[in-house]
């Protein structure tokens, strides 16, 4: 039989093999609730079509009749179950916790192993379209990675929090190490690459991680280096600082609320799948270069509305606002290791090169003519060929993968 990209490497363990299937009760009752719930009233904020103050409810209105008469969830649930799914048990602290990923895995025995870590509002879906160019460009036998890509820890199809230990990211990161070192046997070592929360995920992995080889980034939290004047900057540099500022005064409330009030926001957003559609179909509207097809929001909107993501996700934002609360922030990682960064111009926050640099050995870097906040989704060529030619950078500088 032909080797298939499904194919578990030798010595993987407590992995099993998973298919996506909503139940029809859960079909029913999203078509139920979306015809019953109403469009608030339109107001002159909520008809600005600039969507300064957010969507508009001609677009909500617009949105949740396609939602309601022409999206076929079974038709992204068959293109989701195309790619070879696994559930990784992991027991931890006395904990069972089940890790969701895809993956795609080579026959070679130097494959670099990837993982590539999604952000919120994102998802493992971000990555399919890479990973539908790889299953063109490559076979199993002539793949150079093994390219996973797992639901973080509390989305969608991953076990998260319950109602008596609180998730951390450091206990996220470590269950994502223990998937890529126990489960999956690549005891040599690994890359990570990751936007958003995933890029606060990579850091993490790199930085505390012995397994984890090289850092690439589409996101680099921080702020302005006391030791880099703005004067410094290119004009171009310049406008990416001054747009960053602008996200953090006219557009950043959200987070202060994921941070502060999480459990309101999680009741509240798992309780109607309209304001779940409004909340996140705001961001993936405000954050990408060009505004995503209506199809790609509601298949997003509609995973998260079937695993009530929105009630697990929340522990970053909560973990980082205790600790400012707190009076300190958490602090910078600093990655003497690899590490690359891929800058997409219209990121919310883009930091300079520069800036960057000061938090890591900044080896490889990128800068790209277009694309936002959804790098892997928005622009999947580009990203796939910056995590491609920075695992060449790591195995460049030394570092060896395989047996």
């Known amino acids: 039989m032909a ?3 499904g194919e578990l490497p030798k010595d993987a363990k407590s992995i099993e093999s998973f298919k996506l299937s909503i139940q029809d009760s859960s079909l029913e009752e999203l078509q139920t609730l979306l015809r019953l719930s109403k469009i608030g009233p339109t107001t002159w904020e909520s ?3 600039d969507r300064r103050y957010g969507v508009t409810a001609g677009w909500l209105a617009s949105a949740k009749e396609h939602w309601i008469n022409r999206f076929d969830w079974r038709s992204c649930e068959s293109h989701i179950n195309s790619f070879p799914q696994f559930i990784a048990t992991i027991d931890e602290d006395g904990e069972r916790y089940d890790i969701h990923f895809t993956a795609l895995f080579s026959k070679k025995a130097d494959a670099v192993p990837i993982i590539a870590l999604h952000g919120w509002p994102g998802s493992f879906l971000e990555f399919l379209p890479i990973l539908s160019i790889l299953k063109e460009k490559y076979t199993p036998e002539t793949l150079p990675y093994h390219f996973i890509v797992p639901s973080l820890p509390g989305y969608t199809l991953s076990s998260g929090p319950g109602p008596t230990k609180p998730l951390t990211m450091p206990k996220a990161t470590l269950l994502l190490d223990q998937l890529m070192t126990h ?8 890359i990570a690459s990751g936007g958003d929360v995933g890029s606060s995920v990579a850091r993490l992995l790199a930085a505390t991680h012995s397994a984890c080889k090289g850092m690439h980034i589409n996101l680099c939290f921080m702020g302005q280096p006391a030791s880099i004047p703005l004067s410094s900057l290119t004009d171009q540099e310049r406008g990416f600082v001054q747009r960053g500022q602008k996200f953090r005064d006219t557009s950043s409330a959200y987070a202060m609320a994921h941070g502060t009030r999480p459990s309101t926001i999680g009741l509240a957003l798992t309780t109607s799948p309209l304001a779940l559609l409004a909340w996140i179909g705001e961001k993936f509207l405000a954050w990408s270069d060009e505004d995503p097809s209506l199809e790609t929001i509601l298949e997003s909107v509609s995973l998260y509305w079937f695993t009530e993501t929105m009630a697990r996700c929340l522990y970053p934002y909560r973990q980082t606002w205790d600790k400012e609360r707190q009076g300190h922030d958490a602090p910078e990682l600093y990655v003497a290791k690899p590490f690359g960064y891929s800058l997409f111009p219209r990121e919310v926050i883009a930091v300079p090169r520069s800036w960057a640099a000061t938090t890591g050995d900044l080896s490889w870097f990128r800068q790209h003519d277009a694309g936002g ?14 995590i491609e030619d920075f695992a060449r950078h790591v ?3 030394g570092v060896t993968f395989g047996s």
Not at 183 to 190: D, E, I, K, Q, T
Not at 373 to 386: I, N, T, V, Y
């Open 183 to 190: 489960n999956l046997p690549f005891h040599s070592g690994y």
């Open 3 to 5: 080797s298939t990209f």
């Open 373 to 386: 906040h959804f790098a892997a989704l928005e622009k999947p060529g580009e990203m796939l060929g910056d």
């Open 395 to 397: 195995r460049e500088r």
């Open 47 to 49: 008809s600005q079509d």
